[in-house]
Every structure is written in structure tokens, then in C-alpha cells.
Nanobody
């Protein structure tokens, strides 16, 4: 059973930085894609950033140029470096991993979430 454990959330002032980590039990290289989602109070969960097994990354427009997603296969850990944080980045951040068995069939794994609060 694959488990994802996030860490690194907290309270930060606007303009500050945080780095989130997502530790994967088992081999991260067995995952075809990983990503970070976030959910703010009263809003739907949204995709923030993704990284494929080949290293291709993508970001939602609101975080481009501020957030960087990366992974370290040797440590079985994925990261989200968040710079120039804004109050609107406040949310619970979730780690996600997908393992494809066939083109339209995949297993979806989630972490428990970590709170990020941006406030002065």
C-alpha cells in the first residue's frame, strides 16, 4: 500500500517562502505522475503543480514563477518550493501520486494534507 506523507506547512508572512515535502512509501519511480493540489476554505480542490516521471513540470497560472515542483528519486520525496507567498495561497496542500496500469486506468494516492497560512 502506497502512503504519502506531507510536511513543511505552517504560518508565513506575505512575501515569505516555504518548502513542502511529500515522502512516498515505496518507490517514487513507480509513479507515472505526481502533483500538489490545494483547497482553500469554501473552495474546490485545485491542481497547483505536476511533475511526470520524465521530469516534465506544469503549473497553474497563479503560481507560475513563484512555485517550483521537484522530486528526488533517491529520497523518494517530492517537493514544492513556494516563494513570494500571497494571502491567497492560504490553503491545505495535498500531495498526489498516480500510477497508470493502462492508458485510462490508474491508481490515485493522496496524502493527509498540510496547512499553509500566509498572513501578517
Amino acid at each position: 500500500q502506497v502512503q504519502l506523507v506531507e510536511s513543511g506547512g505552517g504560518l508565513v508572512q506575505p512575501g515569505g517562502s516555504l518548502r513542502l515535502s511529500c515522502a512516498v512509501s515505496g518507490s517514487i519511480s513507480s509513479m507515472n505522475a505526481m502533483g500538489w493540489y490545494r483547497q482553500a476554505p469554501g473552495k474546490e480542490r485545485e491542481l497547483v503543480a505536476t511533475i511526470t516521471s520524465g521530469g516534465t513540470t506544469s503549473y497553474t497560472d497563479s503560481v507560475k514563477g513563484r512555485f517550483t515542483i521537484s522530486s528526488d528519486n533517491a529520497k523518494n520525496t517530492m517537493y514544492l518550493q513556494m516563494n513570494s507567498l500571497k494571502p491567497e495561497d492560504t490553503a491545505v496542500y495535498y500531495c498526489n501520486a498516480k500510477r497508470y496500469w493502462r492508458p485510462s486506468v490508474f491508481s490515485n494516492y493522496w496524502g493527509q494534507g498540510t496547512q499553509v497560512t500566509v498572513s501578517s
